[in-house]
């Protein structure tokens, strides 16, 4: 598969004792997000240390890396890979040097006009890591540029797309959130320091308390002296829908939503949007769990469990590699037979992003003896790449943007296949318009440097936002 950039979780404390420790364990919380690479990075006096590796947080970190770091203020990273190859180089924490000393950052999103930036850069003399393929360091050699140097404001300013970041000096922790909001932030308290992370659900892993959500175009900086904010951009809210129909940990607060209610509802809206006739309701573990919840209590279908879930494997979707997906899921979830055999089951899942785990797991359930199988999908079809941090830029392997439903259907050999519609996505949000959806409706909030932003008065974004799907 051709190199694609990072969908990733952040942590960071400061002002707090055994800092890289509680930075670890908030790592462990955010490993959904990533499980290719991990790496923190501390202030130690006037010099950064850093560990990171390939691999699991609890693979990478031994008890004597934690020692080694020991400080009050450290950030931490887990990583996918969307650009950037899947490589130690690329992962992050990244540390570099300059005029004003060392720093640290850490990244997750992806930025639109990073190829540009860097042939700027490159061409003023910058030279990159020979092999660092990411986005994230073309932030750290804009930080050295004269212009920037005291002008962190105006550097975020100029960067298009999607970022949320933390960056580490010896003297502070700062954290800033790209003005559509793409992807979550927010901020906690422990004691008398702070911690700022991906998800909600990390803070209550160290006993933090949620403060609130770092905002879109807001610049945090966290020193000796406690917290202060500045607005670098005007917000233009875009957050990026999928985090809260795949990628958040259900027990967290994403974008003012309990990840867990949201899905519910998503499922309570498809069983009005696709109904079917049929005997049980179950779900595809763990992504599927709520809406399933939802699709069941609306539908009065009962719900049952008929998947068990191996836990020692990681989520499919963000391996880089389409064997390795195809491995993984093969492994990752077996049907329990009694349950299924003779049924008429509706399986709920959140999404089918390429088709590569979904025809193996509707197949574990036609082996084992259901009589009809109907899939319901709590997200509308995905038909448009992403290029704000989401792994899938490429849009030949979406399965929805080369197929039509029909054939999804029997590509799947499944008896129905049906689709939430954007409309009804949307309408389980508390503020519709500030969410991005451009991988169902084709419409950029942003530009990038392959990509036009769709009209406002598009007739194919009014006509996508009323379907709703269902394939008999």
């Not at 694609?4 to 670890?24: M, R, S």
């Not at 002296?225 to 940990?249: D, H, K, M, Q, V």
């Not at 899938?392 to 039509?404: G, H, M, N, P």
């Amino acid at each position: 598969m051709p190199e694609i950039k990072h969908e990733c979780g952040l942590f960071g404390v400061y002002g707090c004792l055994d800092a890289p420790e509680k930075v670890y364990y908030g790592l462990y919380s955010l490993q959904h997000r990533g499980e290719e690479s991990a790496g923190i990075a501390s202030a130690a006096g006037s010099r950064i240390v850093s560990h990171k590796g390939m691999g699991l947080v609890s693979n990478v970190f031994k008890p004597q890396d934690l020692t080694r770091l020991r400080s009050q203020a450290a950030i931490g990273h887990v990583r996918y890979s969307t650009i950037g190859a899947s490589e130690w180089h690329n992962a992050q924490p990244f540390v570099g040097e300059y005029s004003k000393g060392q720093v640290a950052i850490a990244h997750n999103g992806q930025l639109v006009n990073a190829k540009s930036l860097r042939m700027s850069l490159e061409k003023a003399g910058a030279v990159f890591h020979t092999q660092t393929t990411s986005d994230s360091e073309v932030i750290l050699h804009l930080m050295a540029k004269p212009e920037y140097r005291n002008n962190l404001p105006g550097l975020l300013g100029d960067l298009k797309g999607a970022f949320s970041l933390l960056i580490l000096t010896p003297e502070e922790m700062i954290a800033a959130r790209d003005l559509n909001g793409f992807r979550p932030l927010c901020i906690g308290r422990l004691n008398d320091g702070y911690v700022v992370a991906s998800e909600s659900c990390a803070l209550e892993q160290i006993g933090a308390t949620y403060l609130r959500e770092v905002s879109p175009g807001e610049l945090i900086y966290i020193d000796k002296n406690g917290l202060r904010s500045e607005t670098f951009a005007p917000a233009r809210p875009s957050y990026c829908i999928f985090e809260l129909i795949y990628f958040s940990r259900p027990d967290s607060v994403i974008f003012g939503e309990n990840v867990h209610l949201f899905r519910k509802s998503l499922g309570e809206k498809l069983a009005e949007e696709c109904p079917v006739e049929a005997d049980i309701v179950i779900s595809v573990p763990e992504g599927g769990n709520s809406a399933a919840m939802g699709y069941s209590q609306a539908s009065g279908i009962p719900l049952e469990r008929g998947f068990v879930r191996n836990h020692y494997v990681g989520r499919t979707f963000i391996q880089p590699g389409v064997q390795q997906r195809r491995q993984k899921a093969e492994i990752k979830l077996n049907a329990i037979a009694p349950v299924v055999a003779g049924k008429r089951v509706v399986v709920v899942d959140d999404s089918i992003v390429r088709g590569t785990t979904s025809k193996s797991r509707f197949g574990l359930l036609k082996r084992s003896g259901a009589k009809e199988i109907h899939v319901r999908i709590s997200c509308p079809p995905h038909r448009f790449p992403c290029y704000y941090g989401i792994d899938f830029q490429i849009k030949e392997e979406l399965i929805a943007a080369v197929r039509s439903l029909e054939e999804i259907t029997e590509y799947l050999e499944v008896d129905s296949l049906g689709y939430l519609s954007i409309e009804g996505l949307l309408s389980c949000t508390s503020a519709p318009k500030d969410y991005c959806v451009a991988c169902f409706a084709g419409k950029y909030p942003v530009p990038t440097e392959i990509t036009k932003k769709a009209p406002e008065d598009s007739e194919e974004w009014e006509e996508r936002t009323g379907e709703h799907i269902i394939v008999v």
